[in-house]
């Protein structure tokens, strides 16, 4: 029996493109690996939030909402390496993997522009670890997949916030951000659905090596 679908419809809809299922294969054969990433992740999103302050100091919603989002990345960074400790998985840091660095590629130099494209992609990030987490839930032993299950719900306000954020912050019209986001959308979509040597909380389908 097919495993039942926990995505938020808010994140699918969004998505789109959905995780391969060799990446859902791969994930539950690697835990430690996929614990160590997604560790790293969660403090590369709270300094991502933080770095929102430092450029942007004059925008007071954007860093309150920032300074917010920042703390709670931190919590979950917390929570991660509690499970990799309790798992005897130690913490490293890692370089950053093709899909961030790609993503943060495409962001575009000038104002407003980079204040969107950096906002999208945060809303494209925090969607497909949402989307990620709900694939993995159904296969995972309950302390791991309760723990991924209760973090549903942050990631997709944290989409949401984002999405939120470029949209009444950048000054741009929908039309504008809606271009941009279907632009971008499809360099994500490539990213997790073609073959990748690494494998990462949000690589593509991994190569066997």
Known sequence: MAAADLTPASIAAFCGTRTPQAWVVAACARIPELLLDHANCELKAASTAIGFLYRYPERGVLGERMSRLAREELRH?????KLMRERAVPYRRLTASRY??????????????????????????????????????????????????????????????????????????????????????????????????????????????
């Open 77 to 81: 960074f917390e929570q991660v390496k």
């Open 100 to 209: 961030a660095a790609t993503l943060r590629q495409a962001a575009r130099p000038g104002e407003p522009e980079r204040l969107l494209d950096t906002l999208l992609i945060g809303a494209i990030i925090e969607a497909r670890s949402c989307e990620r987490f709900a694939a993995l839930i159904p296969h995972l032993r309950p302390d791991l997949g309760g723990f991924y299950a209760a973090l549903l719900a942050s990631e997709a306000r944290h989409f949401e916030q984002y999405l939120g954020l470029a949209r009444s912050e950048t000054g741009c019209g929908d039309a504008a951000v809606n271009r941009r986001l279907a632009a971008l959308k499809g360099i994500e979509a490539a990213l997790i659905t073609e073959p990748d040597l690494q494998f990462r909380f949000h690589s593509g389908v991994p190569i066997p090596g």
